[in-house]
């Protein structure tokens, strides 16, 4: 089992609706998780990060963590061809020794 | 600078050279991170600083790569005797503190490095 697992996608959704990206980690300790959205060509940059249950919203973003289940989502809402992107789930696990995990991104397609 | 700084953006040269790619991470940024990415690949991670020491160098490749920071501050990765299959983007990332440990990382725009 992967560490941080996404699904690859793409994903592809009508501009306007809901985008629903999710991510498992298997360290059941992990407390800091964070999801970053990364253009073709550029590197990742920071959208939201999220510590505790429950829902964080910023603008159309909303990250999601269940940490019973161990799972983190990012919803995006009326969804826009620029968000077009793969976003990147990232875990802080202290398992062991520190280290700060990446998943392998869904790539996100919103279709105008 | 604002932000983390790579040089050079890109680089092309021959297999067998030795490169040298630089970082220069946020201002008081105590732990700095190198990854890999090949082309329509995710991040492969390659080592990580905090301050000066490495704590976990357990993603370098192979002994043709080593990486360095002085202080709290520059980074220089290095790759001897380049192969074709060095060629990806090397991104840095730096992040405020390590035991602290809900602080995001940062990251510089890449190098691009081509092998010839």
């Known amino acids: 089992q992967k560490e941080v697992e996404q699904n690859s996608g793409p994903l592809s959704v009508p501009e306007g609706a809901i985008a629903s990206l999710n991510c498992t980690y298997s360290d059941r300790g992990s407390q800091s998780f964070f999801w970053y959205r990364q253009y073709s060509g550029k590197s990742p940059e920071l959208i939201m990060s999220i510590y505790s249950n429950g829902d964080k919203e910023d603008g159309r973003f909303t990250a999601q963590l269940n940490k019973a289940s161990q799972y983190v989502s990012l919803l995006i809402r009326d969804s826009q061809p620029s968000d077009s992107a793969t976003y990147l789930c990232a875990v802080i696990s202290t398992s062991g020794t520190y280290k700060y995990i990446f998943g392998t991104g869904t790539r996100l397609k919103v279709l105008a | 600078g604002a932000g983390v700084s790579q040089s050079p953006s890109n680089k092309v040269t021959e297999k067998g050279k030795d490169v040298e790619l630089r970082c220069d991470p946020i201002?008081?940024?105590?732990?700095l991170y190198w990854y890999r990415q090949r082309l329509g690949q995710g991040l492969e991670f390659l080592i990580y600083?905090?301050?000066?020491?490495?704590?976990?160098k357990s993603g370098l490749p192979s002994d043709r790569f080593s990486a360095e920071r002085t202080g709290e501050s520059v980074s220089t990765l290095t790759i001897q005797r380049t192969q074709q299959e060095d060629s990806a983007v090397y991104l840095c990332?730096?992040?405020?503190?390590?035991?602290?440990?809900?602080?995001?990382?940062?990251f510089g725009d890449g190098t691009r490095l081509s092998i010839l």
């Open positions: 201002s008081g940024h105590t732990a």
């Open positions: 990332a730096s992040s405020s503190a390590w035991f602290n440990s809900n602080q995001p990382q940062h």
């Open positions: 600083f905090q301050g000066n020491s490495a704590p976990d």
